[in-house]
């Protein structure tokens, strides 16, 4: 389980995060809403290293990690798919794969069959470079590098941004497949209301770098849902 405590953060002078306190339980997915500009990704470089929270705690299984170097973040579970997927454009689909194997032990240095049965189009294209995919592709390659290190912990920025219907609807049935393995928690940020509302079993909301809406799926109804998360 994540933990996320008082989270605050800035850029500068400017206070982004405010106090934020989330969870995100194994066997669950958890969205994260708003608008743009609310401190979302923000929230998501802040749990995955990438940039130092102000104030607050990040904990996973208890194991705190705040402020730890995004390495070391990921050799402790969480795994992130961040938007703009930044694949390596030079690298093969295979060899951007094996870019996973860093946060896991040389015995398990493979690529597990499941990957291609969830994205069977990197099984066909593993030879092909990187920044030869389409984007629909880059966004499957980018959710297959981060499941190579064995998360306990998901973290989606915006996966179905810029991408076809068809491939929304496979993401939407891979998320729902890793949720009821029930070996990971899957905190998904997104912006298309009715996937995430669709997949959510909690959903929590921002505005202005503050929560002002958080609960399970049945305690949210939808209009309180699309009033929190509406201009």
Request: hydrophobic residues 40%; proline residues 4%; glycine residues 10%.
């Amino acid at each position: 389980m994540l933990n996320v405590e008082n989270l605050s953060l800035h850029y500068g002078q400017s206070q982004i995060l405010r106090d934020v306190s989330l969870e995100a339980e194994t066997g669950k997915i958890t969205c994260l809403m708003g608008t743009n500009g609310v401190g979302k990704t923000s929230l998501l470089k802040a749990i995955s290293g990438a940039h130092a929270p102000s104030g607050g705690k990040v904990l996973l299984d208890g194991v705190d990690l705040t402020r730890q170097a995004p390495h070391v973040v990921a050799k402790a579970g969480i795994g992130y798919v961040p938007q703009g997927r930044e694949i390596f454009p030079l690298l093969t689909v295979r060899e951007n794969l094996e870019t996973g194997f860093n946060c896991i032990n040389r015995s398990e240095w493979m690529v597990p069959d499941e990957i291609f049965e969830l994205f069977p189009v990197l099984n066909e294209m593993q030879n092909r470079r990187g920044g030869d995919l389409s984007g629909g592709q880059q966004q499957q390659l980018a959710i297959g590098r981060a499941l190579i290190t064995q998360p306990k912990l998901l973290l989606l920025d915006e996966p179905t941004e810029g991408i076809q219907p068809n491939v929304i609807q496979q993401i939407g049935r891979v998320l729902e497949y890793l949720r009821d393995q029930g070996k990971m928690a899957i905190l998904l940020v997104e912006q298309f209301f009715d996937f995430a509302h669709e997949l959510g079993d909690a959903f929590v909301a921002l505005r202005r770098g503050e929560v002002i809406l958080r609960g399970p799926a049945s305690d949210v109804t939808r209009d309180e849902l699309l009033g929190a998360v509406s201009v």
